[in-house]
């Protein structure tokens, strides 16, 4: 089973909610839509379900054109932000209700609703009302109601974004593990690019309707096609400075210079955004060519084991993404290392011309 | 259906009002109305200015019958050029 | 720690304290005049109606003779002689019938209507919408005629379902705005995950949707309830004999030798039963969502 | 909510649509007939044109009973809005208590048109009612068939006690809907109770209160049952209001055409006040719709 | 500006509470000094909220006392305690313009007109609000919205303290990345009794210079966000901080020491006298997957351990691993080697904590 979008348009009211997307979904793969609120991942996913007809453009599945079948004949299920369930049904007949639509045989379909409801660990509630339940049980019982018929295609609309911050991270890696021996296709939208890479697979981003770069998760982190593909797939966002070639120079705004080393040898000369990771600068020197860059301290911001570092000099501002915790006082000078080989490059228009080479490729 | 007193104005007055109503219909139907703000304070469609020009048609038509003189027919054709401009500029 | 920080970083100035203390008490007085008033406000809306109670207990003897705030010759006969004849207490199951029997199409009509109408843009909603709340402002007094010649036509003159029909007239468009109201408060998407499930859509409106606004549909009996019940004129004019309502037969009481006050209080309280039974059972409703769900 | 836009719509709205269809514009059409003519019976009939719309225009009757309708009208909206958003402000909150309340509020709501016109009649006699009675004992002459003043204000107290509680209702229900956090937050701004009350309860009781006020509005000009009852119209034509106007004229003299006649002017006025409600309704319902897909 | 104080501090919602099951907050004694930048983090049902509303007046505690500074306002009013609230879900007053919602508790306690104008300009600039200042609160979205909402709790400049509950849920990520920023600035610029209310560490950790971490309706541990991270008290505090959690065991105390599936713990000799004092056997050691040590040769201290997944999140790695019969995990650096089956992992002693009963078991010389 794939699914296949081809063309893709959907203008509600004047206004282009999504614009010209293409796109192939593989069986078995996991899919992650990343996109800030608004870029149109629900619409898209509202798209692949067939609860809206795309304005412009084909929806394929298995290569047969499905773009008017109603959701009713789609084999798919889906799982919303809201939790969403049947508030006068049973967790139990919440969970069955697919299968019993399905006409399955009663001893069947007991089985199966117990085993999808072990598998999320709701098994002993379920003679509850769903509205009895936390917001954790109540977002598993509308996943297991998606799990419990063999969906060909899942959608999971930002599932876990109104759940605490650990129930999140256990529930994710759920999530992997259940679809590692499914062969269906799953799609999750999220806004968080960590979310993006703790769940792997493959991530499409989404940027204001388009879709601006699509593939497996660690590929697109780090290779971005484009800045805001950079800058959305990152948290802390990645830093950017703009900058200029010359022959064997690059230049920082005027007064930063250093010598183009192997890696950025390449670049012709010109006006260049470069991009750097903010983990990717150090307080000590990592290697020769890091760039020394005298800065003054905005703010420490200590998060368990991390310190997130936000410093200026009068050009441009970074952010530093530590590991330990180092403490500064605001209006601190302090030295940072540039990781010269470590550089992202970006054309005027956006587009990447330079990734750093990696040590190990994914 | 005698005890419905019909007469051949007020039939006429009905049927062209079904005929608008479908012909209103029809034409949202293939153009469909879009929101906009004209000379009314508020976002008319297409059918609200309609129904605003017919009620105040209606107003219009009572004030000429029972406060002068002209006859009935006067209400009607200013009527008329009330509701289109009102359709127009709305 | 201290004393001396303590009172160096007071929680507040004496002064501000005091105003606080004041306010407290003003606020414990304010909720004091909130139930006095309320009680008082209670008080006056329950004397005309307990004034009619008291003089169901009556003789007419003790009526006209002599203001008593009790019956002091406490008689059951007014309501004996209502319970007991048929002309007058077919006039309760009368109106108890059609009323029911409005409520019952009004719902059935308005249910789908209002989940159209809280789902679905469709040309002419919103002048459709209109037009069904103008129906509430035709004055029956002079529609009841043509009321009257329609129902003759079609030969449903003094019948039930004439009354029932055209109470619709008010009352359906009431339930569909109260219903939109309440419809337009569940989540669109459990409608979707309904058709994901599979259901087709009439297993899901009944199985599911209608369950989930029962408050909606308990706030919405009651107003049916109440607008149907208490109409008269279009009741009294399609009617004759065999559906004739109550309200129409009390005015029987007024007869040659005056008006029968007793038997009129009695058959007044006994109009005025129906309606509490109603709100006892809609009565937690009313918390949830009288607001008709549009706030 | 996104709607769907889908003339599906249609389909769910049908019967409703059939069901209003049938009781509304038979009998509308009907009576726009009868303005054109001078109908003595289905036969005899003569075509007048408009000559109906102009005698009722300057007819001095009717224009009196219609000044007499909007000084009524807007009285006891004067009156009930305040009233009744007071005793939804006092009603308690949870517990029995709120049970009692709303069952008592709710009561008179549920009783007939013209019991409550009798209930009225009843209690306001001098001689065996206990309001006609204790004004006379306070030492005023109170006289509802002779004063037109005193018949006035007791229809005005009627109506003020039949209805207020339809608005206290809605309001009550209204205010249940404010989340807690907003009092909290009024708390910790230390907003004073008015001020609670200006910029927390009363933007959330407009909703509410503009469907109040549409209903009461177009109730209170059908007036007819209670003050027939309780004063007929009286003294002189000091408290005939439209619909008893237009009763008299229809059915008492049987003047069909003059009485359709001002009825359609009548239900044309209606219609303008209510229109002009009904765009403000769903103009505030559109930006709430616009602040919610905002956010 | 305040000190808090809750002495012998109780909560049950129940009217007669039988155990301390039936306590949404279980007696506690515990200081907020003036001044500080404070977290109360636990995950959903902790109680966190109850004792912020406890704090705020809205919720009368059932046992013990609170102090501002030293007086006890147990029986004031929210209004009279002279504290700032921001709620979960913006709440703004709708008819009003954002600056008449920002001069709302100004005008409430009688500030005269033009400070009301010069402080809400103040606390608009900080909250890039200056635009909107003019617009409806109706219409704005609900990051403005919540904005305003802690506009409103940032204008008095004489508040005993403010109180953030989850303040940052409906925002975006992108935002709040921002307001963290500017809270954090605004606690250095009016240096008031802050107490953030969240169930994400991250935004806790951010925030504050102390996290008070609340576990079942008491606080587990109050510390630095180092101290929650580096050594926590409570094997709850130790899952809960840090991303992924800490990884626990069950050894079995043998005449050898501690030993798990045969292996013997790097646990030493002082500890493992106190343990065999204690005499319980609820013991449990936990180590964070960032001090796990990964080794691609054989080395003595090293178990041998079958890895399983390993998961790419851009900065750095997780490397999931069975160590005997219990999975593991261990935080890698983004360039570190990674074994490809088998690895050798160490605990180093010093990061392989030791809880008995879930608290942690210290030597008191050190």
């Known amino acids: 089973m794939s699914l296949t979008l081809q063309n893709v348009s959907r203008v509600v009211d004047g206004e282009t909610w999504i614009s010209d997307v293409n796109l192939t979904l593989e069986p078995g793969s996991f899919n992650v839509l990343l996109g800030r609120t608004l870029s149109g991942k629900t619409t898209l996913m509202r798209l692949m379900a067939g609860l809206d007809r795309p304005s412009k453009g084909k929806i394929l599945m298995n290569g047969v054109d499905v773009t008017g079948v109603p959701v009713r004949e789609r084999n798919i299920s889906m799982v919303y932000q809201q939790f969403i369930n049947y508030p006068n049904l049973s967790v139990y007949e919440n969970i069955a209700s697919p299968l019993r639509l399905a006409k399955l045989d009663k001893g069947a379909l007991d089985r199966r609703v117990r085993e999808t409801a072990e598998m999320l660990g709701i098994d002993s509630m379920l003679d509850r009302l769903p509205l009895e339940l936390s917001g954790g049980q109540q977002q598993r019982t509308a996943m297991a109601r998606a799990l419990v018929k063999d969906a060909q295609i899942v959608l999971f609309d930002e599932p876990l974004v109104n759940l605490d911050y650990k129930l999140r991270e256990g529930l994710r890696e759920e999530l992997r593990s259940l679809f590692k021996a499914r062969n269906c296709i799953a799609v999750y939208a999220t806004t968080e690019p960590n979310e993006a890479l703790a769940l792997g697979g493959n991530t499409a981003v989404l940027h204001e309707g388009r879709l601006l770069q699509m593939g497996p998760t660690a590929q697109v982190y780090h290779k971005p096609r484009d800045i805001i593909t950079a800058e959305m797939f990152s948290e802390p966002p990645i830093n950017v400075v703009p900058g200029e070639v010359t022959e064997n120079e690059v230049t920082f705004d005027q007064d930063v210079h250093f010598q183009l080393n192997n890696d950025l040898k390449m670049l012709k000369p010109g006006h260049y955004q470069f991009g750097v990771r903010a983990s990717h600068i150090g307080l000590v020197p990592h290697s020769d060519d890091d760039l020394e860059l005298p800065v003054r301290v905005d703010l420490a911001e200590l998060s368990g084991s991390e310190t997130f570092l936000h410093v200026r000099n009068p050009h441009f501002e970074l952010v530093l993404h530590l590991s330990g915790v180092h403490e500064y006082d605001v209006d601190q000078e302090i030295k940072i290392y540039f990781p010269t080989h470590k550089l992202y490059a970006f054309d005027t228009e956006g587009h990447l011309v330079h990734s750093p080479a990696r040590l190990l490729e994914a | 259906m005698n005890w419905m007193v019909w007469t051949m104005p007020t039939a006429g007055f009905f049927s062209g009002i079904a005929l608008l109503l479908a012909g209103m219909t029809v034409w949202q139907y293939f153009s469909p109305s879009v929101e906009r703000k004209g000379f009314l304070p508020i976002v008319t469609t297409r059918g609200d200015r309609l129904f605003i020009g017919l009620l105040t048609s209606a107003y219009l038509h009572l004030g000429i019958i029972g406060f002068t003189e002209f006859h009935v027919l006067v209400a009607t054709a200013l009527s008329v050029i009330w509701i289109a401009i009102l359709m127009r500029w709305g | 720690m201290t004393q001396s920080t303590a009172t160096g970083q007071t929680v507040s100035t004496p002064k501000s304290r005091q105003s606080a203390l004041a306010n407290a008490r003003y606020k414990k007085e304010s909720a004091l005049k909130s139930n006095i008033g309320l009680t008082v406000y209670l008080i006056l809306l329950i004397l005309p109606i307990y004034w009619l109670v008291n003089m169901s207990f009556k003789t007419n003897q003790e009526i006209l003779g002599a203001l008593t705030f009790f019956p002091a010759d406490f008689t059951l006969a007014n309501y004996k002689q209502i319970l007991t004849d048929p002309s007058w207490y077919n006039g309760y199951i009368n109106s108890m019938t059609y009323v029911a029997m409005n409520m019952t199409i009004s719902l059935l009509v308005a249910l789908p209507a209002a989940y159209a109408f809280s789902r679905y843009k ?174 | 909510m996104n709607k769907i836009e889908s003339n599906k719509g249609w389909l769910f709205v049908l019967p409703v649509f059939i069901v209003v269809a049938f009781s509304a514009v038979i009998p509308l059409m009907t009576v726009v007939n009868y303005s054109v003519q001078d109908v003595f019976d289905a036969n005899t009939r003569f075509f007048t044109g408009t000559e109906w719309y102009r005698d009722m225009l300057n007819n001095p009757q009717l224009q009196g009973a219609l000044i007499r309708q ?226 | 500006m305040a000190q808090i104080t809750l002495n012998s501090l109780a909560h049950s919602y129940s009217a007669n509470p039988q155990g301390p099951e039936d306590y949404a907050i279980r007696e506690m004694q515990h200081v907020w000094e003036q001044g500080g930048a404070y977290a109360l983090l636990g995950p959903s049902g902790c109680g966190k909220s109850t004792l912020l509303n406890i704090i705020s007046g809205l919720l009368q505690p059932s046992n013990g006392e609170i102090l501002f500074d030293d007086i006890r306002v147990n029986d004031l009013k929210p209004e009279q305690r002279n504290i700032a609230q921001v709620f979960q879900f913006p709440v703004v007053y709708d008819t009003m313009t954002v600056f008449d919602n920002l001069a709302f508790p100004l005008r409430n306690i009688g500030v005269p007109e033009h400070k009301v104008k010069s402080k809400v300009y103040e606390v608009a600039e900080v909250l890039e609000l200056t635009e909107q200042l003019k617009r409806k609160a109706k219409g704005l979205s609900a990051d403005q919205k919540q904005k305003v909402s802690m506009g409103r709790g940032l204008v008095r400049d004489d508040v005993s303290a403010i109180l953030f509950d989850e303040p940052l849920t409906v925002i975006d990520p992108q935002l709040k990345w921002k307001l963290r920023r500017k809270l954090k600035q605004i606690h250095k610029q009016f240096n008031t009794t802050m107490v953030y209310v969240t169930h994400d560490q991250l935004e806790a950790s951010t925030f504050a210079d102390k996290i008070a971490l609340m576990y079942e309706g008491q606080i587990v541990q109050f510390g630095t966000p180092r101290e929650l991270f580096e050594s926590p008290r409570h094997t709850f505090v130790g899952y809960f901080i840090g991303s992924p959690g800490m990884n626990f065991i069950r050894p079995e105390l043998t005449s050898r020491g501690l030993e798990f599936e045969g292996q013997l713990m790097p646990v030493n000799e002082e500890m493992i006298e106190k343990i065999r004092k204690l005499g319980t056997s609820n013991i449990k050691l936990g180590i964070r997957p960032e001090f796990v040590h990964v080794w691609t040769e054989a080395n003595d201290d090293a178990f041998e351990v079958t890895i399983g997944d390993i998961e790419d999140l851009g900065t750095y790695r997780i490397m999931s691993f069975m160590f005997g019969s219990i999975p593991m995990k261990a935080r890698l650096h983004e360039d570190q080697k990674v074994p490809v089956k088998n690895a050798r992992v160490s605990f180093p002693e010093q990061w392989l904590k030791v809880y008995v009963d879930e608290y942690l078991l210290e030597l008191t010389h050190e």
């Open chain 3, 122 to 295: 469709f040309v002419g909603d919103k002048h459709l919408f209109f037009w069904l709340l103008t129906n509430k402002m035709a004055p029956p007094a002079v529609f009841a005629l043509p009321f009257f010649q329609l129902y003759s036509s079609i030969g449903l003159f003094d019948t039930h379902i004439a009354v029932a029909l055209a109470h619709c007239l008010f009352n359906v468009a009431l339930a569909v705005w109260i219903l939109e109201g309440f419809m337009s408060g569940v989540p669109i998407e459990i409608d979707e995950t309904a058709y994901i499930d599979g259901y087709k859509f009439w297993n899901f409106f009944i199985k599911i949707y209608i369950p989930l606004i029962r408050s909606g549909i308990g706030v919405t009996a009651f107003f049916l309830f109440m607008f149907s019940w208490i109409e008269l004129l279009l009741a009294r004019t399609l009617t004759a004999t065999n559906a004739q309502p109550i309200q129409a037969i009390m005015t029987r009481t007024a007869g040659a030798s005056g008006i029968d006050w007793g038997l009129l209080a009695a058959a007044g309280v006994l109009t005025i039963l129906p309606g509490i039974l109603v709100i006892y059972f809609v009565r937690n409703h009313v918390a949830k969502g009288f607001a008709l769900g549009r706030t």
């Open chain 4, 70 to 295: 909007f000084i009524f009208s807007f009285t006891i909206l004067a009156i009930e809005v305040p009233l009744g958003i007071l005793v939804a402000l006092m009603m308690p909150k949870k517990g029995w208590q709120a049970s009692l309340a709303l069952v008592l509020v709710s009561l008179p709501l549920l009783i007939p048109l013209n019991v409550v016109g009798t209930i009225w009649q009843v209690f306001t006699r001098t001689d065996i009612g206990l309001m006609g009675w204790g004004i006379r004992e306070l030492g005023y002459a109170y006289n509802i068939s002779r004063n037109s003043g005193d018949a006035w204000a007791t229809i005005i107290l009627m109506d003020v006690w039949h209805w207020t509680p339809l608005i206290a209702l809605l309001c009550y229900s209204g205010l249940r809907a404010i989340p807690e956090a907003y009092y909290q937050a009024a708390r910790i701004d230390q907003a004073s109770r008015w001020a609670v009350f200006r910029f927390i309860q009363l933007p959330k009781l407009i909703n509410v209160l503009v469907i109040g006020v549409l209903i009461r509005f177009m109730d209170s000009f059908m007036i007819y049952a209670e003050p027939f009852v309780l004063t007929g119209g009286g003294p002189g034509s000091s408290t005939t209001f439209l619909s008893q106007a237009l009763t008299a004229m229809a059915i008492g003299q049987f003047d069909l055409g003059p009485a359709a006649a001002f009825s359609i002017i009548y239900f044309l006025i209606i219609l303008a006040v209510s229109f002009v409600f009904y765009t403000t309704i769903m103009h505030m319902q559109k930006d709430k719709t616009t602040s919610k897909s905002g956010e």
